[in-house]
């Protein structure tokens, strides 16, 4: 086998919520794909992210994070996990480095019955240390890369920072070198296979989690529901709505005077805009629908229900 042969293959982007696993794969693609917010949980299902160069093509999946919340909302959510393990030639974990350097014993509860599912495994994986720049001594680091090659003995530990890209470029390499001889499933210039319908309700959930406090995030959906495209002003017109499942989180995300969904929108709208390469006009409606996140229909049409 030549090392100037074409790779191209499918990752699994994994591991517990609010690693940096959307930070991560959006610096790696150089464009935002996943959506990103402080928030844990904000990946709802699977994003697929496609990086290409002249000698390989790797397609990331980047997945809920992996964790023990309940209802049929996250019991689908951990599904497209391993849904996207099933088909992955190389999985990636991603960890939270400054977190299991000041709480070790958080390693066990959050990894172990992963490192135990996957001891196994055959395929590739290399273990994304994240967030190493959050602290300046990096000797702290060494007992948590003892512990997880003692967890996953056949793995590539690698320390990265995807927020500040450190450890990128050569990440980049070794995953790449991990694919399978193949050629590219997707063109070049591709980058997701998200339609932008959906990118673009990704944008405005986004804003919503960034700007909503507590508990309300977590119970709204966003529907594209009208998108026109207008020759004569030269400007996409969008339609959306932001659905709640109580009507005092209708109320927060209005905002007194409509002062807080106008803020979003304006935020989204900027985003839209970049991701279109053109003009938008945002029109955003919250409407209550109670328990939508037991509601299987509906989150099957909001694309969050695996088949």
Not at 33 to 45: G, L, Y
Not at 78 to 92: F, K, N, P, T
Not at 178 to 187: D, E, K, N, R, S
Request: net charge neutral; aromatic share 6%.
């Amino acid at each position: 086998m030549k090392d100037t042969e074409y790779r191209c293959g499918w990752v699994a982007l994994m591991g517990p919520p609010n690693a940096g696993k959307s930070t991560l794969l959006n610096a790696l693609l150089g464009q935002k794909v996943s959506i990103v917010t402080p928030k844990p949980q904000t990946t709802r299902n699977q994003i697929v992210g496609i990086l290409s160069d002249r000698h390989a093509q790797a397609i990331f999946m980047d997945t809920p994070g992996l964790t023990q919340v309940r209802g049929r909302l996250s019991k689908t959510m951990i599904q497209a996990v391993w849904q996207s393990l099933g088909q992955a030639h190389v999985i990636m974990p991603v960890l939270d480095s400054h977190l299991y350097i000041l709480h070790p014993e958080y390693l066990e509860r959050d990894l172990a019955p992963v490192a135990e599912a996957l001891a196994e495994d055959t395929r590739p994986m290399i273990v994304a240390v994240n967030k190493v720049d959050l602290f300046a001594d990096k000797s702290r680091m060494l007992p948590l890369l003892t512990r997880l090659g003692e967890m996953w003995p056949r793995a590539e530990i690698f320390p990265v920072s995807a927020l500040l890209k450190d450890g990128l470029p050569q990440l980049e390499k070794l995953l790449c070198s991990c694919l399978p001889v193949g050629p590219a499933q997707f063109p070049e210039d591709q980058i997701s296979t998200a339609p932008v319908r959906f990118m673009a309700a990704e944008i405005v959930r986004e804003k919503l989690f960034l700007h909503l406090r507590q508990e309300v995030p977590y119970s709204v959906a966003v529907d594209v529901e009208s998108w026109q495209e207008d020759a004569e002003r030269g400007q996409t017109v969008i339609h959306a709505v932001i659905y709640v499942g109580r009507p005092m989180h209708k109320a927060m995300v209005i905002g007194r005077g409509g002062a807080s969904i106008k803020h979003i929108g304006t935020e989204a709208r900027k985003d839209i805009q970049e991701l279109l390469g053109g003009k938008v006009h945002l029109e955003l409606w919250v409407k209550v629908r109670e328990h939508w996140t037991e509601d299987a229909v509906f989150l099957r049409e909001l694309g969050l229900m695996a088949e």
